[in-house]
């Protein structure tokens, strides 16, 4: 694409950026920003997967680059998913929203009879050499249904309680199914989320704090409930009142971060992965971004997750402002639900919320979230792409 009158720094900076031609304004019917940030996430990702797994990979295989190949496979794999869901329009996915949240419950159900466990929680589904976590296929699946229902319901979300508890009832479902693997996580991530598409849908104030306070209350009880989620809210207040006990995990994640400093300890030069830090390459691995990569690499990939949010806010609010509800609300739920989940992350590993087991999106390793990350991101360039098509023909059809 050439830019009249610009240069060669600021026609690639307009490219990058998705800007077009005056004469030519469906020229590009994309998000550029949105797919070089995500490729930037995923790149990053891949590297500090890479770094960060190598010890562990030497002691569970021999291959230090062991979860490396797995990575790269799985980034293979989410690219083909993601040429195939770039096909598909938006209708399709509101038209099948309930059978895919139905095939979800199905597949949580299963799960719990023949899933495989690891560290005591049974969230995989083996096939071959894949392992399928259908707890992050909740989450895409409710967002869809709960779009869709929006779509119909929402002047009875707006003026009846009944019509706001309809979807808080099905994600308390969801939410029984996954504490019984049990995964507390990934239910605080739909419960916040479904707030926060029903509140951008109008629902009264009194609803939100009728349940906001339903929802603090039934979280106390479960971290009462069962003891080690007690020791991981007590051990993040104080972790080095037990440094080598239930503070372990966050002392030596703290430790990671001050030894990074402003510009880190330098790619590949960690302490922390090898093996003192658990599960460096997953739940911890923005940890050890910090002590190879610094402050420096801590604000970049910071920055680079809330432009991602920013955008997809973005892209669910113009697709609202031309009546397209479902693909608004599955956008704007996309970008709470990434923000919210890199929050939780960043927060447990710097120590300023309790350890949960959500992955950094598109950095952590990961099979199940980044496929499923990546599919969403995908239907943001779907949204963005079937919104931008509907303002072009209309810009046609306008008076010349």
Same mark, same amino acid.
């Given at each position: 694409?050439?830019?009249?009158?610009?240069?060669?720094?600021?026609?690639?900076?307009?490219?990058?950026?998705?800007?077009?031609?005056?004469?030519?304004?469906?020229?590009?019917?994309?998000?550029?920003?949105?797919?070089?940030?995500?490729?930037?996430?995923?790149?990053?990702?891949?590297?500090?997967?890479?770094?960060?797994?190598?010890?562990?990979?030497?002691?569970?295989?021999?291959?230090?680059?062991?979860?490396?190949?797995?990575?790269?496979?799985?980034?293979?794999?989410?690219?083909?998913?993601?040429?195939?869901?770039?096909?598909?329009?938006?209708?399709?996915?509101?038209?099948?929203?309930?059978?895919?949240?139905?095939?979800?419950?199905?597949?949580?159900?299963?799960?719990?009879?023949?899933?495989?466990?690891?560290?005591?929680?049974?969230?995989?589904?083996?096939?071959?050499?894949?392992?399928?976590?259908?707890?992050?296929?909740?989450?895409?699946?409710?967002?869809?249904?709960?779009?869709?229902?929006?779509?119909?319901?929402?002047?009875?979300?707006?003026?009846?309680?009944?019509?706001?508890?309809?979807?808080?009832?099905?994600?308390?479902?969801?939410?029984?199914?996954?504490?019984?693997?049990?995964?507390?996580?990934?239910?605080?991530?739909?419960?916040?989320?479904?707030?926060?598409?029903? /509140?951008?849908? $109008?629902?009264? @104030?009194? *609803?939100? =704090?009728?349940?906001? +306070?339903? %929802?603090? &209350?039934?979280?106390?009880? #479960?971290?009462?409930?069962?003891?080690?989620?007690?020791?991981?809210?007590?051990?993040?207040?104080?972790?080095?009142?037990?440094? /080598?006990?239930? $503070?372990?995990? @966050?002392? *030596?994640? =703290?430790?990671?971060? +001050?030894? %990074?400093? &402003?510009?880190?300890?330098? #790619?590949?030069?960690?302490?922390?992965?090898?093996?003192?830090?658990?599960?460096?390459?997953?739940?911890?691995?923005?940890?050890?971004?910090?002590?190879?990569?610094?402050?420096?690499?801590?604000?970049?990939?910071?920055?680079?997750?809330?432009?991602?949010?920013?955008?997809?806010?973005?892209?669910?609010?113009?697709?609202?402002?031309?009546?397209?509800?479902?693909?608004?609300?599955?956008?704007?739920?996309?970008?709470?639900?990434?923000?919210?989940?890199?929050?939780?992350?960043?927060?447990?590993?710097?120590?300023?919320?309790?350890?949960?087991?959500?992955?950094?999106?598109?950095?952590?390793?990961?099979?199940?979230?980044?496929?499923?990350?990546?599919?969403?991101?995908?239907?943001?360039?779907?949204?963005?792409?079937?919104?931008?098509?509907?303002?072009?023909?209309?810009?046609?059809?306008?008076?010349?």
């Amino acid at each position: 694409m050439r830019i009249p009158g610009l240069g060669l720094i600021p026609r690639l900076k307009a490219w990058v950026m998705g800007a077009r031609e005056p004469e030519a304004p469906t020229h590009v019917l994309y998000d550029r920003t949105l797919l070089w940030l995500t490729l930037g996430l995923a790149g990053i990702g891949f590297v500090m997967v890479t770094s960060a797994s190598m010890p562990i990979g030497v002691r569970l295989s021999d291959d230090p680059f062991y979860f490396a190949k797995r990575d790269a496979f799985y980034l293979g794999l989410a690219f083909v998913l993601s040429l195939a869901t770039l096909r598909i329009p938006m209708a399709v996915w509101q038209r099948y929203s309930s059978v895919m949240l139905l095939i979800t419950l199905v597949m949580l159900l299963v799960v719990l009879v023949v899933g495989s466990s690891v560290n005591g929680a049974s969230r995989w589904i083996a096939l071959g050499p894949l392992r399928i976590q259908p707890a992050e296929l909740s989450k895409l699946a409710l967002f869809c249904y709960l779009a869709s229902y929006l779509v119909r319901k929402v002047e009875e979300v707006r003026t009846n309680f009944w019509g706001f508890c309809k979807p808080m009832g099905v994600m308390v479902l969801l939410a029984v199914l996954l504490l019984a693997q049990p995964d507390l996580g990934t239910v605080v991530v739909l419960f916040v989320t479904t707030l926060a598409m029903l /509140f951008l849908a $109008g629902a009264k @104030l009194w *609803q939100f =704090l009728s349940i906001i +306070g339903s %929802g603090i &209350f039934a979280v106390v009880l #479960l971290i009462i409930a069962e003891p080690y989620r007690m020791r991981r809210v007590t051990s993040f207040w104080n972790p080095w009142d037990d440094p /080598f006990g239930s $503070g372990y995990q @966050l002392t *030596q994640s =703290l430790m990671a971060f +001050g030894r %990074g400093e &402003f510009w880190g300890q330098g #790619l590949g030069n960690s302490i922390q992965k090898l093996e003192y830090l658990p599960e460096a390459h997953t739940d911890f691995i923005f940890a050890i971004l910090g002590e190879e990569l610094g402050y420096f690499g801590v604000v970049l990939a910071l920055l680079m997750v809330f432009l991602v949010a920013f955008r997809a806010m973005s892209i669910g609010r113009k697709a609202l402002e031309i009546d397209r509800r479902f693909s608004g609300f599955l956008a704007c739920s996309i970008g709470i639900w990434f923000s919210f989940q890199a929050l939780v992350n960043v927060g447990a590993a710097a120590g300023m919320l309790p350890t949960k087991g959500l992955t950094l999106p598109l950095i952590s390793y990961g099979g199940s979230s980044l496929l499923i990350m990546s599919t969403a991101i995908v239907l943001l360039l779907r949204v963005d792409f079937e919104t931008r098509l509907a303002k072009a023909q209309a810009f046609a059809r306008g008076p010349r």
